[in-house]
């Protein structure tokens, strides 16, 4: 279940892969095409370097719409891409000159190629091979460190530009070189008084996308005396424009005499002229729509898609304007509302500085600290990987750590933050706790909200055989909320999930007749109908509504109950994110989804 969002991002950037892969053939073929047919001469040089250049851009392009990440990987893919690129130059040459790739080769270094027309000066033999084998170098070598650069930077979605503008370089005095040592990010530097008269300074450089949403900093020492650059502090560090902002004022106080930036970065916006957040907090339709997230973590969720709602808030919380969640929690009644705007506003890829910063300032504020805290445990997942073998398991274990004293934080401030409690379930999880004490977590969570979706989804995880729990202990639980909650609850949506994890568990042993055989039990089959009736019954619609929806309409499905699946499916539409239903590869196979619509006559 929390695989899916990171899976879409993984298929888009295979996608991408794809289909550039054809491009660079195309592109091949075409640079053949213009220097088979026709006799360029000397003017052959100036397509090759034009052609250099084009092939940088594209790559670059396809780092930016693959949303390729890493740098490593880019590079990679941009060695595949030249593969692909001297396929097509060498298979359409053969093509026109109807010869095979070696004959090719043993044309081009008896004629060689003529410089000024025929009959003059040609390049053959040694120095054409030579020419040649720079050129192929010169491409294998351009096109993985363009997209390898390109994986390194930031891409805003908003103004669709890279974070490659220099706004704002500084020099700021005075410090000591020994207080220098502890500066490691942007909370620890603004941490320093300067003016001591010291022999260093810091040099800043904020680098942003055109709009300055995304900005990077990079600081290094420098030595007063010589006016030289030192060692670097911090490289190539995002930066939110709130962190901006706040950079900007401990500028201006650690050293007046530093250059400020100029009147192009709009950082007023930001500040005490911006908008509040106050989009009316209920969907369009009936029902929320599901809308991918593409800047999340993909990682540790309770709910990974975005409403159009959570989506604006994203939009200015990415800016660093943590105001907005506060502003949209204030509007949030129901507590499946809270903990879907608590999780949009700490669900991030990238590290946020904005949260460190807003943590400072309020260190009152249990919204703060409950961000801060899922924000932990998200990164702390992205340290660990979704698979069975955990990697990096110290920073796994430090971030979780962090995330555990962020939520005690939150609930010793506010001891009825339900979601601080429910978190605490997750980070518990990664941690080993004993059930006694997740447990508690869970019952601090539910006691004022017995409704509260997160939380039981996951204690369930908790509980499941692969974490640990039991078959027993799953479905123990699963029946005490059957049992206990009232109708219209989300919270019940746990019964489907409980049942579908063991039906996946027994499909392992029985690949054919398991899942299936699991489900048709009696009891099991009895259980999930009645969770269904009860939970849709006067149900309290929430941004949770949607996944719970398309979990009950997926086991209704499988069971044959097709009046109540069809009856979902007419809500939910066309199509829907949501696991267990999963997404078609590459066109090849039919959506589970579209299946299910059929089988129930849609
Ligand atoms: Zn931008």
Known sequence: MSAHSKRSIEMRTWFVILIAACIFF?????????????????????????????????????ARFGLIKSANFGALVGLFLAAFYLAGELIVAGLIEQVSIWQWYGGRWNDGYE??????????GFLWAVAY?????????????????????QFCELCKSSTTKTRWKSVVKSFDPAVLVGVSDLRSLMMLGGGSGGE??????VRTCKCASLGELTVDQYKIEAEQRGDTIMKDSPISPIGLCRLVEWVRATDGSAELPGSDLDLEQFGANRQMFDLPLKPAGNEWESLHRWNGSGMGMEWGCDTEYTRAMRVLVGKGDFRAIEESLAMAEDINDIACIYEAG??????????????????????????????????AWLERGGGWTPKHVPEFMGLLNLAMESFDRATAIDPENATAHAWKIYAGKGLGQEDERVRLYFDAATRSHPDFHAAHWMYFDYLTAKWYGSEEQCIGFAREVLKNRAAGSAALGVVAYAHFEIARERMEKDKKAGFMGYLNQPEVRSDIVRAN??????HRMSMVTPRVRAFFAYMLWQLGE?????????????????DPFSASVFFLSKETYTKARKACGL
């Open 562 to 578: 097709t009046q109540g699946a069809k009856a979902h499916m007419e809500i939910i539409g066309k199509t829907t994110p949501w």
């Open 115 to 124: 410089l000024f027309g025929a009959g003059s000066f040609a390049i053959k």
């Open 533 to 538: 009736d009860l939970a849709f019954t006067d």
């Open 346 to 379: 700490a669900d991030w890829y990238d590290p946020q500085d904005w949260i460190g910063l807003w943590c400072d300032e309020q260190p009152g504020s249990s919204v703060a600290h409950t961000v801060a805290g899922i924000n932990h445990v998200k990164r």
């Open 200 to 205: 260093r300074g810091v040099w800043l450089r």
């Open 26 to 62: 195309g592109l091949g073929g075409v640079y053949s095409l213009l220097t088979s047919t026709h006799q360029w001469g000397i003017a052959a040089a100036g397509i090759m370097v034009a052609y250099i250049f084009l092939i940088a851009y594209v790559g670059i392009q396809v």
């Open 133 to 153: 084998s720079l050129r192929i170098l010169l491409i294998l070598f351009v096109l993985p460190t363009a997209m390898l650069s390109e994986g390194e930077r």
